[in-house]
């Protein structure tokens, strides 16, 4: 090529090879968005319990959590589900146990298992639209219709089980 140099054909190329590189990325983004919750399982070492909430609109007991909002950590957005669901306030850093591909919500949708042991709570959750009921309950008597998944992840991490990459 006359009177173009080797170094601005190749910044023309990259140009062009990044902007496509973007466009494929949004592209990607708008047709297969990722989403992402947290869960938290608070564990009373004192009472050997485990914090569960009953939905009003999902069946079965289950532990505390929801998805991650747009600008939110998901320490944030645990701190937030365990305020909404349960009045617990985290007192100490929980603990990061397992992700999850949640396959039942989604083909993108993660979960990511908190251990929560240091925690307030300023007073029992009273039912609302959204949270039927919420107690702590002995880890050797959970209720009869407790979730298959949170059965899972109280297993793995109480008994020792291998964690499952689904949830």
């Given at each position: 090529?006359?009177?173009?140099?080797?170094?601005?054909?190749?910044?023309?190329?990259?140009?062009?090879?990044?902007?496509?590189?973007?466009?494929?990325?949004?592209?990607f983004l708008l047709?297969?968005?990722?989403?992402?919750?947290?869960?938290?399982?608070?564990?009373?070492?004192?009472?050997?319990?485990?914090?569960?909430?009953?939905?009003?609109?999902?069946?079965?007991?289950?532990?505390?959590?929801?998805?991650?909002?747009?600008?939110?950590?998901?320490?944030?957005?645990?701190?937030?589900?365990?305020?909404?669901?349960?009045?617990?306030?985290?007192?100490?850093?929980?603990?990061?146990?397992?992700?999850?591909?949640?396959?039942?919500?989604?083909?993108?949708?993660?979960?990511?298992?908190?251990l929560i042991e240091?925690?307030?709570?300023?007073?029992?959750?009273?039912?609302?639209?959204?949270?039927?009921?919420?107690?702590?309950?002995?880890?050797?008597?959970?209720?009869?219709?407790?979730?298959?998944?949170?059965?899972?992840?109280?297993?793995?991490?109480?008994?020792?089980?291998?964690?499952?990459?689904?949830?």
């Amino acid at each position: 090529m006359t009177g173009a140099t080797d170094p601005e054909q190749a910044f023309r190329q990259a140009g062009w090879a990044g902007l496509r590189a973007r466009l494929f990325h949004l592209y990607f983004l708008l047709r297969r968005p990722m989403t992402l919750g947290v869960r938290g399982l608070v564990y009373d070492r004192a009472s050997n319990t485990v914090f569960l909430i009953r939905h009003t609109y999902v069946p079965g007991w289950q532990l505390p959590g929801g998805g991650v909002e747009i600008g939110e950590t998901l320490l944030e957005a645990l701190a937030r589900e365990l305020a909404e669901e349960g009045n617990i306030a985290l007192t100490a850093p929980p603990m990061l146990k397992s992700m999850h591909f949640n396959r039942r919500s989604s083909r993108r949708d993660h979960v990511g298992l908190y251990l929560i042991e240091a925690f307030s709570q300023a007073a029992p959750k009273l039912p609302d639209h959204e949270i039927a009921e919420a107690a702590f309950f002995p880890l050797d008597r959970l209720p009869k219709d407790t979730t298959p998944a949170t059965r899972r992840r109280i297993a793995e991490i109480f008994d020792g089980e291998q964690a499952s990459v689904y949830w």
